[in-house]
């Protein structure tokens, strides 16, 4: 099923299917992310669809880890409220979640920079403390940086000449060269760019989008300091965190320049007029990478 065969009666006539007592309330479009389509319910809750293949598991994650999790998050997060299993109208798993208001990272400037900051190290605070030893790995992405080198020199060479190459190196050497992380595995985002935070007031307000998450290195999160945060706020919320450790820096600087990679790519894609292509991701790796090269700690 594609994206453009679902409006709003046939998102009415799903939640009619599986979630009666939810029919009557109103249904309409909301911005989408890669993986899901949204739709706000009511005032208060919103359907998340699965349009890749790997987004069932993604929201199967979601709905076994973050309810727990909300509890103690200062920030509200989309806790899965329902989940609805696959059917005739709709061949995917798909689920209730609460709705978080605010708008989209990506669409509107942060400006309120020093409340952003400090919201965010205190949200990750609370979120970096020690997961079960049942809790998902995703060792892509908040794990060890050197085995992906050949995907950093990849992303180098994709790239080209929209990169500075030889000064994004040194920043991956010194993530690379770093020690390792030497705590306990602790719960981790790992997803921490402008389309998965949203903003009331010019300030950062609310966090989405935990189908990634795992147990790692809390740096692939600080990475959010150049990935999330306007410039000029990364030692801020540095200091706020409580980093006092510049091995980690230099770590959550490395992911910070893989997301960026990533973040670039889809945004050619949308510039190409390729599918999974998203307007907004391009400017947010353009910007993520200029302040990882600017900043001087």
């Known amino acids: 099923m594609q994206r453009t065969d679902i409006d709003a009666p046939f998102v009415r006539e799903l939640l009619r299917d599986r979630q009666p007592d939810l029919a009557d309330l109103h249904v309409r479009p909301v911005s989408s992310g890669w993986d899901n389509q949204l739709w706000r319910v009511g005032e208060e809750l919103a359907v998340r669809l699965p349009m890749t293949e790997r987004a069932p598991g993604l929201l199967a994650q979601e709905f076994r880890w973050l309810p727990g999790l909300a509890e103690r998050l200062p920030l509200p997060v989309?806790?899965?409220?329902?989940?609805?299993?696959?059917?005739?109208?709709?061949?995917?798993?798909?689920?209730?979640?609460?709705?978080?208001?605010?708008?989209?990272?990506?669409?509107?400037?942060?400006?309120?920079?020093?409340?952003s900051a400090e919201v965010l190290a205190g949200f990750l605070r609370a979120l970096h403390r020690p997961a079960p030893q049942d809790a998902p790995l995703n060792p892509s992405r908040c794990g060890e940086l050197a085995p992906l080198t050949e995907s950093f020199e990849g992303g180098l060479r994709s790239l080209g000449d929209l990169v500075d190459a030889p000064r994004l190196r040194d920043v991956w050497k010194r993530a690379v060269s770093a020690p390792s992380w030497d705590g306990p595995p602790v719960w981790v985002h790992v997803d921490l760019h402008p389309a998965n935070a949203v903003v009331t007031d010019g300030a950062l307000s609310g966090i989405i989008d935990f189908g990634d998450m795992g147990a790692g290195d809390p740096a692939a999160d600080l990475a959010a300091a150049w990935k999330l945060l306007p410039e000029g706020a990364a030692d801020a919320f540095l200091?706020?965190?409580?980093?006092?450790?510049?091995?980690?820096?230099?770590?959550?600087?490395?992911?910070a320049v893989l997301s960026a990679f990533g973040l670039l790519h889809i945004g050619l894609a949308w510039e190409k007029g390729l599918p999974g292509g998203q307007p907004t991701w391009g400017r947010a790796g353009?910007?993520?990478?200029?302040?990882?090269?600017a900043h001087g700690r």
């Open 78 to 115: 989309p806790t899965p409220l329902r989940f609805s299993e696959p059917s005739e109208r709709f061949p995917r798993p798909w689920t209730v979640v609460k709705w978080v208001p605010g708008e989209p990272a990506d669409g509107t400037e942060m400006t309120e920079v020093s409340r």
């Open 239 to 255: 200091d706020a965190y409580g980093v006092t450790d510049e091995a980690i820096v230099h770590r959550a600087q490395g992911w």
């Open 286 to 293: 353009r910007r993520t990478l200029e302040r990882v090269l």
